[in-house]
């Protein structure tokens, strides 16, 4: 099949099967949401006591296994990283920041507003202004290094981890923490989650489905394929929510969201700046690492401790809006990356360093 219609068709369904997901028990407009989800599995293991997002959430796995059983039937799978793994760990850490100030990923950006919960506007103007801002860093052979060949060991640590994590969500052990109310408290069936986690990574790996990426081609090289596959989303999950009656326009009253739009904008300009940087969004961070990529997974860890960090830090937003301190890791999130962008510039005393 054509890359675009394969771009297309794993679009339709990750927005068939956000809305399914849903209706199937999570919360509304999180059908899917990666940082929402990592939120979740970082409070279930204990790594915060925020006792409303404590669930080992499924599909996240499910995305990681879906994405190495399909890299494997291509020949895709391989070890592969150390291009930078510190800084992809600082990257994918205020990735995460940003991401829990907006109150979502992305994706979940996309179906909110699908959803009509208007406040994604800002996000997604923010989203938009952080890509081009890194796209101004890549203009200029912005690099974090090339990767290599690693030990076959790098490749498989992650999946591995997510069968532990599917293992514990389906035997409970007492030491695992759950919601008992809350957004941590609502999901889907286990194993519903876990069979739509693994269809979407298979897709996305299929696909190399990423919003970040889209909008980057589109600034870059006015390449549309890989946003039309976020358009396919929208339509789809627009479509569903209204003959489903899950379509609620407006600003206030959006479930898990804020109104507070200036926030809205900084948290995912802080996402898409990192996004550019690191090569992909966090559903393609998920991706690369099922791939057998160790700088998908040092991204990963990143957003797995993020999200630890903003619930014991308050600094992940609420339905009353961003805190003091999700204010002040957003500013310093934005700092923080513009100077890694500026660093890495070939060029630059480190750009330099890495082309050598």
């Not at 796209?135 to 912005?142: E, I, K, M, N, V």
């Not at 809350?182 to 489905?209: E, K």
């Amino acid at each position: 099949m054509d890359q675009r219609r394969v771009v297309l068709v794993a679009g339709a369904v990750v927005g068939a099967l956000s809305v399914f997901l849903a209706k199937a028990g999570n919360p509304a407009n999180m059908g899917i949401c990666i940082a929402c989800f990592i939120r979740d599995i970082a409070g279930g293991l204990g790594l915060h006591r925020a006792e409303v997002v404590q669930y080992l959430r499924p599909e996240v796995p499910g995305f990681i296994i879906g994405s190495m059983l399909a890299a494997l039937a291509a020949g895709e799978f391989r070890a592969r990283g150390g291009s930078s793994p510190v800084l992809r760990f600082v990257l994918g850490f205020f990735v995460m920041i940003g991401a829990l100030v907006f109150l979502g990923c992305p994706l979940r950006m996309v179906l909110r507003l699908a959803g009509g919960d208007l406040n994604a506007v800002f996000g997604i103007l923010g989203f938009t202004a952080g890509i081009w801002v890194g796209a101004l860093f890549l203009r200029r052979g912005f690099t974090l290094g090339r990767s290599a060949r690693m030990p076959a060991g790098n490749a498989v640590a992650l999946p591995v981890f997510s069968v532990l994590l599917v293992i514990l969500a389906i035997t409970a052990p007492a030491f695992i923490f759950f919601s008992s109310k809350g957004p941590g408290s609502a999901h889907a069936p286990v194993l519903a989650a876990l069979a739509a986690g693994l269809i979407v990574g298979a897709l996305a790996q299929r696909s190399r489905l990423c919003l970040a990426g889209g909008i980057r081609d589109l600034i870059l090289i006015r390449d549309p394929h890989l946003f039309n596959g976020f358009a396919a989303i929208f339509g789809v999950a627009l479509i569903l929510n209204l003959v489903s009656g899950g379509f609620k326009l407006g600003f206030a009253g959006q479930p898990v969201a804020h109104t507070d739009g200036l926030w809205n904008f900084l948290g995912l300009a802080a996402v898409g700046l990192g996004a550019s940087l690191l090569g992909g969004c966090p559903l393609r961070q998920c991706i690369l690492a099922g791939e057998g990529d160790a700088d998908g997974v040092m991204a990963f860890l990143g957003m797995l401790v993020g999200a630890a960090f903003a619930h014991n830090w308050g600094i992940a937003s609420s339905a009353a809006g961003p805190t003091a301190n999700g204010k002040v890791a957003t500013a310093a999130a934005l700092a923080v990356m513009t100077i890694i962008g500026y660093m890495g510039v070939r060029g630059s005393g480190k750009g330099k360093a890495q082309a050598e």
